[in-house]
């Protein structure tokens, strides 16, 4: 089993940068990719960002120029540095983390508990 733990999220006004952390614990030989999902009202959960073990990352279009994620293996954690946030940023982040080999998902996917991040206008 592996846990995530989040922290971060809050209220921000449009323009302005928040940076989330996602702590992971037990297991972690079992995962070698971490990412950040979002969902806001309404809609599905959708990618934000992922990055593996030895550093390769992706993103969505939507928040490319304006979201950095990144890593620090020896804590276990993941950060997401979000900046120029706009209102449709706003939803609930959930990390998440699995272990990937080449474009398939293995093993267990396991879910942090998600943090919200609201930005006014």
């Known amino acids: 089993q592996v846990q995530l733990v989040e922290s971060g999220g809050g209220l921000v006004q449009a323009g302005g940068s928040l940076r989330l952390s996602c702590a992971a614990s037990?297991?972690?030989?079992?995962?070698?990719?971490m990412g950040w999902f979002r969902q806001a009202p309404g809609n599905q959960r959708e990618l934000v960002a992922t990055?593996?073990?030895?550093?390769?990352?992706n993103y969505a279009d939507s928040v490319k120029g304006r979201f950095t994620i990144s890593r620090d293996n020896a804590k276990n954690t993941v950060y997401l540095q979000m900046t120029s946030l706009k209102p449709e940023d706003t939803a609930v982040y959930y990390c998440?983390?699995?272990?990937?080999?080449?474009?398939?998902?293995?093993?267990?996917?396991?879910w942090g508990q998600g943090t919200q991040v609201t930005v006014s206008s």
């Open positions: 998440k983390a699995y272990r990937k080999m080449a474009t398939l998902v293995v093993g267990t996917v396991y």
């Open positions: 037990g297991n972690i030989f079992s995962i070698n990719t």
């Open positions: 990055i593996t073990d030895n550093g390769p990352t």
